[in-house]
């Protein structure tokens, strides 16, 4: 079965970037796309962008001058980086594949919480 | 960007019938294609895909969900409620990007 999951720092500073690595078993990231989507505190969900088989990347235009996306299929991972981060950034980061042929998340993973503070 | 709204709570009895609600701002379906899922989350879990392209039962669960619409208005229904299907409800469209999602529904119970 496919399974991700999240690692990472779980504290960043303010003004410093957040790193992620999804690390993905069960099924190729050279195939389907896969995104980053966090959750803040109070329960909104924002999507922050994809990257798909190939490596082309889709983002989020409230954060495109923030974020990049990025792969190694040698080591089945993509990552999440998010610059010049402020407390506002401080949310659980879920990494997640897109099932099927109509953008719908079907695996995700557990989710890695990461808070924004000096 | 497209907004979907979500009430903010439900409350239901158990063994009754509930009905979440996804308004879009403007129409999520493509032709015959109605670009709505929905998604469960409980405490400490990650979400969980209920139902895809607004009618389609995602792998694995239960025929007492159930989703139906088009265009602007999409409605989850569970249907009879169990204690197990007390959580946030969150419904996404992925029309346009950025593939947003709406603010969750909290189901609980009356």
């Known amino acids: 079965e496919v399974q991700l999951q999240e690692s990472g720092p779980g504290l960043v500073k303010p003004s410093q970037s957040l790193s992620l690595t999804c690390s993905v078993t069960g099924y190729s990231i050279t195939s389907n796309y896969w995104g980053w989507i966090r959750k803040f505190p109070g329960n909104k969900m924002e999507w922050m962008g994809y990257?798909?088989?190939?490596?082309?990347?889709i983002y989020n235009p409230s954060l495109k001058s923030r974020i990049s996306i990025s792969r190694d299929t040698s080591k089945n991972q993509f990552f999440l980086q998010l610059n010049s981060v402020t407390t506002e950034d401080t949310a659980t980061y879920y990494c997640?594949?897109?099932?099927?042929?109509?953008?719908?998340?079907?695996?995700w993973g557990p989710g890695t919480m990461v808070t924004v503070s000096s | 960007d497209i907004v979907l709204t979500q009430s903010p709570a439900l409350a239901v009895s158990l063994g009754q019938r509930a009905t979440l609600s996804c308004r879009a701002s403007q129409s999520v379906s493509i032709s015959t294609y109605n670009l709505m899922h929905w998604y469960q989350q409980k405490p400490g879990q990650q979400p969980k895909l209920l139902i895809y392209r607004a009618s389609n039962l995602a792998s694995g669960i239960p025929a007492r969900f159930s989703g139906s619409g088009s265009g602007t208005d999409f409605t989850l229904t569970i249907n009879p409620v169990q204690a197990d299907d007390i959580a946030t409800y969150y419904c996404?469209?992925?029309?346009?990007?950025?593939?947003?999602f709406g603010a969750g529904t909290n189901l609980e119970l009356k």
């Open positions: 990257i798909n088989y190939s490596g082309g990347t």
């Open positions: 997640a594949r897109y099932g099927g042929n109509f953008w719908y998340f079907d695996f």
């Open positions: 996404q469209q992925s029309r346009e990007s950025p593939h947003t």
